[in-house]
């Protein structure tokens, strides 16, 4: 895919994501949002991906969903009357998917399903979208000059990826109603102290400290093991129980053992660094996905 | 309704209501449980409450459960011998609604219900249902003369008013067990370290303080957003899954930006305030309950 | 039972559950597991013990699992092929149960299971099972000297012992993840920072505060009131409604108001220490287990 509004830069392992429209500060469009989702598809079955870093180009982030397009500036088609039944049963219809899903949340469910870790290194203003595709990444880290708001109420809209069921489990649900209702834009350290990032780090070294979080999550550490970590924590933010998580997992140690496992168990009697092999796009245990 | 126990004021947007037993510390009774719940309900569907305040008179917010009653204290019918299977099945009969139904959960559920923002100022001392009618309120504030205390395992009973639920998350499984198990009275800045409180305040700013919050959710903010956004958030803290959040927030997005999206958005691009017209009584999606 | 890996200790209400394999820094094997579980089993239904403090002999708490043991180290029988179906309608066939169960994830439902408060008093080292098996535990203290890792990633291997749906639920699903990923050893002070302890406190003070803390559980405290808030709040946890959670509690108050309720609001009302008197061996209200 040819892209227009992302770029993409691979480095031993890191997948760099830049979001790429600077002379409109990064602004989120129905385009941009194709491009991450086809993004983040191909990054979850390549096996020299091994983490994603998402920034922004120039000094935003992402300023938000483009409102200077014309007709619905969400893209929706005003035209339909759809029901909650609709969501459910026909999602997949074309008139569903591209004239009533929130294409936030399309990016979002994306991202969720990729199989490697994903950092947000947020390098400037980050509103609306541009704030809450932030919360399906794994970390968060932000530059000093890194700005926030969950802006929906000023704009008179709800909030929408995913972010009323993620932004509370994330910074808590007393945090998360408050920043909605406030609608305001805010600075870094109050986003850390609300529990919305990692830290915070002077501008000129964001890159240098994603990437270092980055380098910890690879070197001698097994990809499967990650992949299915990941799947297992969002699958578990959700509806099942503490059952369902021990049935998981004891078929993910199941099948992990017998693979990379045995490499692991091997390198630590005899002292040394492991060499995992398995890989995300072929090794995977058959139960998965569930 | 004429309510004996607690009193209203409206103050421009805000509906300030006082728990009114002063005598008593404000003490709980089934009669204020079912004021509460009338109040709650009319405030959700009134267009002129932009947000609720609750507040005690006098020195304590709610001493707890008023204990000099006769009979069973908490109102409950202890000729009847209830299973769980009553309570999912007949939980409107009126043996089980009057004589079995916890009066705290009632309210508690009456305040999630709310379809508007509900902040707590915590003037004295909270303890009992004083507590845990706190957690179904999005923001709490206390005075530096605040306390609180679950102190069901000291009185020999179980938690309520949702209490089970709501605690763990908003302060973590671990501080939540813990207080439970305590019983004990603690003093604001333990509440405000252990995640309870967003702030504690000089006694003779509480009101201020909480007016100052109330104010920045109203001025230039649609209600109807504020009103969607606090129904998915609760609704998202229990069973349903992310991809069901991606529904809920498609459908909202889907039905706000037609009507006062419309006017925030001309706004953004006007670079003026928004004037929003959608009102929670007559404007909310047709998806709305779900 | 005669314990082999494991020893208690009753003192007076507590129950000292100590892992004791000193001479392999009382690292975890399958036959540990097993003594676990009963001793939580039979912990859960013995009315002298009210609160269970778990430690580790000597200078580590658990170093994880034995490694050193031939075959399979997790106890796994590589020759089956289980699928999610089998773990959903099997569980308990001896070749599931045994050959495929996580025997981690089988202690830490144990201990969610018991009715009784419990304390982890990390003295040392506790890395993989070590750390995971905190998870189902209350309250988390820790010495200085402890160190922890989620290492699995290193192993090869899944993580386990339900840590997947509970850490997020405890530190939040970014730390959560970050631990998992970087699989390395941290120390006390980053547990403490990150949310997965309550203290940490100096070696040699650690058994008496975990003691103050156990005991501040007991005194003049209802044995099935934190039972109910124990069982109620970690079935909360998992998928179930505020509804459910009404529905629930409002039982619990039912029939704990007529029993140790009842000696409860006398005591307040004659200014006294309550005499509690009903026990979770006998006097769980008839819906328990729901």
Redesign the interface.
């Known amino acids: 895919m040819n892209y227009e509004t992302i770029r993409l830069r691979h480095d031993n392992g890191i997948l760099w994501l830049t979001l790429h429209r600077p002379a409109t500060l990064n602004a989120f469009t129905v385009q941009m949002a194709g491009e991450l989702i086809h993004a983040f598809e191909s990054a979850s079955d390549d096996d020299a991906v091994r983490v994603v870093i998402v920034t922004g180009e120039g000094k935003a982030f992402c300023a938000g969903m483009d409102?200077?397009s014309g007709g619905?500036?969400?893209g929706?088609d005003?035209s339909?009357?759809?029901?909650?039944a609709d969501?459910?049963q026909r999602?997949g219809d074309p008139d569903i998917a591209n004239g009533?899903?929130?294409t936030g949340?399309?990016v979002?469910?994306a991202i969720?399903a990729c199989k490697k870790?994903v950092i947000g290194a947020v390098n400037g203003a980050a509103v609306g979208i541009g704030s809450t595709m932030l919360l399906s990444m794994?970390?968060?880290l932000a530059s000093d000059q890194a700005r926030f708001g969950f802006v929906?109420?000023?704009?008179?809209?709800?909030?929408?990826?995913?972010?009323?069921?993620?932004?509370?489990?994330?910074v808590?649900?007393?945090?998360?109603?408050?920043w909605?209702?406030?609608?305001?834009v805010f600075d870094a350290q109050e986003a850390l102290r609300g529990?919305l990032l990692?830290a915070v780090v002077p501008a000129a070294g964001l890159r240098a400290e994603a990437e270092r979080?980055a380098r910890?999550?690879i070197s001698?550490?097994?990809a499967v093991?990650?992949a299915?970590?990941?799947q297992?924590?969002?699958a578990?933010?959700?509806?099942?129980?503490?059952?369902q998580?021990?049935?998981?997992?004891?078929?993910?140690?199941?099948y992990?053992?017998?693979?990379?496992?045995?490499?692991?168990?091997a390198a630590?009697?005899e002292r040394r660094e492991?060499r995992?092999t398995?890989t995300p796009s072929k090794d995977m245990p058959?139960?998965y996905p569930?």
């Not at 109420?153 to 994330?170: D, F, K, N, Q």
């Open positions: 409102l200077g619905n500036v969400f929706l005003e339909l009357s759809p029901t909650l969501m459910e999602l009533v899903r929130d949340g399309r979002a469910l969720m870790p794994d970390v968060r929906f109420g000023r704009v008179g809209i709800a909030p929408e990826a995913c972010s009323t069921w993620l932004l509370p489990r994330i808590g649900v007393s945090q998360a109603l408050e909605f209702y406030r609608a305001d529990g990692r979080i910890g999550f001698g550490r097994s093991s990650a299915l970590t990941r297992m924590v969002y578990g933010l959700g509806t099942h129980e503490r059952d998580a021990h049935r998981l997992e004891s078929l993910a140690v199941f992990t053992s017998q693979k990379d496992g045995r490499e692991g168990v630590f009697r492991p995992f398995s058959p139960f569930w």
